[in-house]
């Protein structure tokens, strides 16, 4: 017995499920993830949700479902049924054949617009200065020996075999490594008819001398321009972030993206471990966390999210596994920084360890994800012991100065059924969930400072939230040495630099490479911020009316991975918008005009398909 869906959106923008008959009266499940949550539904009962995951009973063989309505108004093929299958009426799982997502009210594909230059510099990020004397040297079958070092050669390999160049310790045009008075990251290229120096102070200079080297050697071929080439960034926090709890990446999964962003002087990865859908990171003193919260699937202790399926799913990063990252990342001038997303976002934390939140509390408080009570007590003896225990092994394992505690979307009635909360607060003349906020994450800034190390967190831990979704924020008692992540608005930058928080620029509308590129029905993605094309990132000032700019400490990228229900769709979310965003963290904004950049961003998508990514065109 075939089962069979064929799911389309119709001309109304309600998602239909066609359904062949033998679902009718059999009372199977159907079982599925979405993106946007289910407002309402007619041919079926919904009889199980956690979050973003239905299991439905079907009435009738067409089945209409309104979802939230998206910020463009129309939807694309991110937003049908994902991981769907069925569960008969013997609890037995049957497969169902899923229909290609069809729309009724088909939006086109953008038509880009094809200008180009023949002159144009091959770099990004552009370089600060870069002078050439239009004459060239010849270089033989792009064949270099690195006379002072030759370690960097394990660094680079990725990139010069598949590009075809050969760094050697014993033949081919010389390169000499000349150490400077250069600040962290900054060096120095000069290209002669004899050899090549580059000038640096660090290893990231070193590395990103060769960089750059790469790239006009990938341009030129079997020749290089007689020039000199002077760069630095303008910050020291140039990042990326990848959402493993959504969806798990392998470590080999995770270097690749590690080597994109070498390749373009990216240096901070966050690395986004929990949320309410698994907890990726081994923690010894606590091991049911990964042996029950990092798979997922059908009857497990978490349910198939984002588009799983019925069969298990995830996995988790051991002590080893961590370590291989840091040496390997650091070998690329990047370091790691952990995120463990709490107090909310914890609600596959919450199944694990139910006695994290207070088991007598009246109240049901519901995040944006549509995920129930998700928030940890922090008041609890366990809840404590828990916290400083987990954060002090995070802090052992990881070789960065930098601890990220999340502290996004809390619900803002979401301590308010805890009796211990309340009797804490009224011994501590705290008057509001805000302040009793800001006591929980001072705590937590303790921890980490006794580990010679920084906090980090979203910008509700510093300020009030910018978007009306029912989250509480700070009351204004935060410890000023937290490093905030300014990811809501753009605004918001403007109020956690006024009140003298050091900054990481990561707004939704310009660095969250999960909004889709536009509003056609073929793209993936979403948009709760904005859609972003590459030329809208291009288009960024990134400090523009922010008055108190030396707060600003940097500018960072976001994958958020609900939509990456097949690892193939990475790349073309990430690529071109992240090499785009590269420039603008290295320079401040772009400075060179659209065509010029247009076209040396077209020549750089050729030397990444050559290292194996496909891309969005722009």
């Known amino acids: 017995m075939l089962f069979q869906i064929n799911p389309s959106f119709t001309k109304k923008n309600q998602l239909k499920l066609n359904l062949s008959k033998n679902f009718v009266n059999q009372n199977f499940k159907l079982c599925f993830s979405l993106v946007y949550s289910i407002q309402s539904i007619d041919g079926a009962e919904i009889i199980n949700q956690t979050g973003r995951y239905y299991e439905l009973i079907i009435k009738k063989n067409t089945v209409l479902i309104d979802l939230q309505i998206p910020r463009i108004g129309s939807y694309n093929m991110s937003c049908g049924p994902e991981g769907t299958f069925i569960i008969d009426n013997k609890n037995n799982h049957i497969t169902v054949e899923v229909a290609d997502l069809k729309f009724e009210n088909e939006i086109e594909e953008v038509k880009y617009d094809q200008l180009t230059i023949d002159q144009f510099k091959p770099i990004i990020p552009e370089p600060i200065k870069f002078i050439s004397k239009k004459d060239f040297v010849e270089i033989n079958d792009k064949t270099f020996k690195l006379v002072n070092d030759s370690n960097i050669i394990k660094s680079t390999i990725q990139y010069t075999d598949k590009l075809g160049i050969i760094f050697s310790s014993n033949n081919g045009f010389p390169i000499h490594f000349i150490d400077s008075d250069y600040k962290e990251d900054e060096y120095s290229l000069e290209i002669s008819k004899d050899k090549i120096q580059i000038f640096h102070k660090n290893y990231g200079g070193k590395l990103y001398g060769i960089i750059t080297l790469i790239q006009l050697i990938d341009f030129y071929k079997n020749k290089l ?27 080999d999964e995770i270097k690749r993206i590690l080597d994109y ?17 698994a907890w990726r990171i081994e923690i010894k003193s606590f091991p049911n966390l990964t042996k029950f919260g990092s798979y997922r699937g059908y009857n497990m202790a978490v349910p198939p999210f984002y588009g799983s399926g019925y069969e298990k799913y995830g996995g988790y990063y051991s002590h080893e596994d961590i370590k291989n990252l840091i040496l390997y990342a650091k070998n690329l001038n990047i370091e790691i920084m952990p995120e463990i997303d709490l107090p909310a976002h914890s609600w596959a934390l919450l199944q694990v360890m139910p006695e994290l939140r207070d088991q007598k509390s009246n109240i049901i408080s519901e995040d944006v994800g549509s995920y129930k009570n998700n928030t940890i007590d922090p008041s609890l003896e366990q809840t404590k012991q828990f916290l400083k225990s987990m954060l002090e092994e995070i802090c052992e394992i990881f070789t960065f100065n930098v601890i990220h505690v999340g502290l996004d979307e809390r619900p803002n009635n979401s301590w308010e059924g805890s009796q ?19 006591y929980y994450m001072n705590y937590l800034i303790n921890i980490i400072k006794s580990k010679n190390k920084r906090t980090a967190a979203w910008n509700e831990a510093a300020v009030t939230p910018h978007i009306d979704h029912g989250v509480g924020g700070s009351a204004g008692n935060l410890d000023k040495s937290c490093l905030i992540f300014s990811w809501e608005h753009s605004d918001v930058a403007k109020e956690t630099t006024s009140k003298r928080f050091d900054t990481i620029l990561c707004p939704g509308q310009k660095t969250y490479f999960d909004m889709a590129y536009n509003n056609s029905t073929s793209e993936r993605g979403i948009c709760w911020a904005a859609t972003i094309e590459v030329k809208d990132i291009f288009e960024w000032e990134p400090d523009h009316n922010i008055e108190n700019k030396k707060f600003i400490k940097g500018i960072q990228g976001q994958l958020w991975s609900e939509t990456i229900t097949e690892k193939k769709f990475i790349d073309k979310m990430i690529n071109p918008r992240l090499a785009t965003l590269s420039e603008i963290a290295w320079r401040g904004k772009i400075s060179r005009n659209w ?15 050559k290292l194996g990514w496909s891309h969005h065109k722009f």
């Open 261 to 277: 962003m070498a390749l373009f002087k990216i240096n901070r990865f966050h690395w986004h471990l929990t949320d309410n859908e």
């Open 595 to 609: 065509i010029h950049f247009r076209s040396t961003l077209l020549n750089t998508v050729n030397l990444l398909t």
């Open 420 to 438: 211990s909360i309340k009797e804490f607060m009224n011994n501590n003349n705290i008057k509001s969930q805000a302040e009793y906020q800001d």
């Open 225 to 251: 321009p007689i020039c000199k080439i002077d760069d630095k960034p303008k910050y020291p926090w140039r990042g990326m972030h990848l959402d493993c709890a959504r969806q798990f990446y392998s470590i």
